[in-house]
T-cell receptor
Framework: GQSLEQPSEVTAVEGAIVQINCTYQ??????LSWYQQHDGGAPTFLSY????GLEETGRFSSFLSRSDSYGYLLLQELQMKDSASYFC?????????FGKGTRLHILP | DGGITQSPKYLFRKEGQNVTLSCEQN?????MYWYRQDPGQGLRLIYY???????QKGDIAEGYSVSREKKESFPLTVTSAQKNPTAFYLC????????????FGAGTRLSVL
C-alpha cells in the first residue's frame, strides 16, 4: 500500500525555526513535494525533492532521504502569515498522493 | 492569466439530487485531478485523468463520476449515491512528463440541504 505520516499539529514562536517531518511508504516513488494551504484556500506548491539532500527556497528548505523514506520541511524566521497547513506529498508518475497535513500554529 | 477555474464556489445539494462541479484549465496540462477535503483532513483522490477521453478511479470514487471530453475541462458529478457529499472539492492539473508541480483551483464547497 501507500501511506504518508506527518504530525497533525506543530506550534512555534514568531521568528523561530520549525521542522515538519514526513515519512512515507509507496511504490513508484519519484520525489517528495510540500504544499501550503491557508484556511479556506487552495494548496500551493512550496518545494520538491527528487534526490537526497536539502533544497532551499528563501525561508523554506526541504530535505529528503530516500533510503530512510523520510523528508522534512524547514521554515525559518517564522512569520504570522506562515500559519497554515502543510502537506507532504509523494510524486508518482501518474499521480501525487498527499499526507493528512500538519497544522502550524505560530505564537507572537 | 493561466490557471484553473472552479465553479461554483458554493453549491447546495438536495436529497437525491445529482450535482456537477466545473473545472476548467488553460495551462495546456494533460493531467487533471479531483480531490475531496474534509475539515481538518488531507486531500483524498477521487478521480484523475492523464489524457483526453481517459480517466481512472482514485481512492474514493464511489458515488462520483467524471468525464474528460476536452483537454481543458474535467467536470465532476456528485451523484445521489454519495451519501455524505458535504466537503471541499479541489480540482488540480499537472504538466506533461510527470511534472513536479500540481496547480489547484480555488475549490468548491458543497453542502447538503
Amino acid at each position: 500500500g501507500q501511506s504518508l505520516e506527518q504530525p497533525s499539529e506543530v506550534t512555534a514562536v514568531e521568528g523561530a525555526i520549525v521542522q515538519i517531518n514526513c515519512t512515507y511508504q509507496t511504490s513508484g516513488f519519484y520525489g517528495l513535494s510540500w504544499y501550503q494551504q491557508h484556511d479556506g484556500g487552495a494548496p500551493t506548491f512550496l518545494s520538491y525533492n527528487a534526490l537526497d539532500g536539502l533544497e532551499e527556497t528563501g525561508r523554506f528548505s526541504s530535505f529528503l532521504s530516500r533510503s530512510d523514506s523520510y523528508g522534512y520541511l524547514l521554515l525559518q524566521e517564522l512569520q504570522m502569515k506562515d500559519s497554515a497547513s502543510y502537506f507532504c506529498a509523494v510524486n508518482r508518475d501518474d499521480k501525487i498522493i498527499f499526507g493528512k497535513g500538519t497544522r502550524l500554529h505560530i505564537l507572537p | 492569466d493561466g490557471g484553473i477555474t472552479q465553479s461554483p464556489k458554493y453549491l447546495f445539494r438536495k436529497e437525491g439530487q445529482n450535482v456537477t462541479l466545473s473545472c476548467e484549465q488553460n495551462l495546456n496540462h494533460d493531467a487533471m485531478y479531483w480531490y475531496r477535503q474534509d475539515p481538518g483532513q488531507g486531500l483524498r483522490l477521487i478521480y484523475y485523468s492523464q489524457i483526453v477521453n481517459d480517466f481512472q478511479k482514485g481512492d474514493i470514487a464511489e458515488g462520483y463520476s467524471v468525464s474528460r471530453e476536452k483537454k481543458e475541462s474535467f467536470p465532476l458529478t456528485v451523484t445521489s449515491a454519495q451519501k455524505n457529499p458535504t466537503a471541499f472539492y479541489l480540482c488540480a492539473s499537472r504538466g506533461t512528463g510527470g511534472s513536479n508541480i500540481q496547480y489547484f483551483g480555488a475549490g468548491t464547497r458543497l453542502s447538503v440541504l
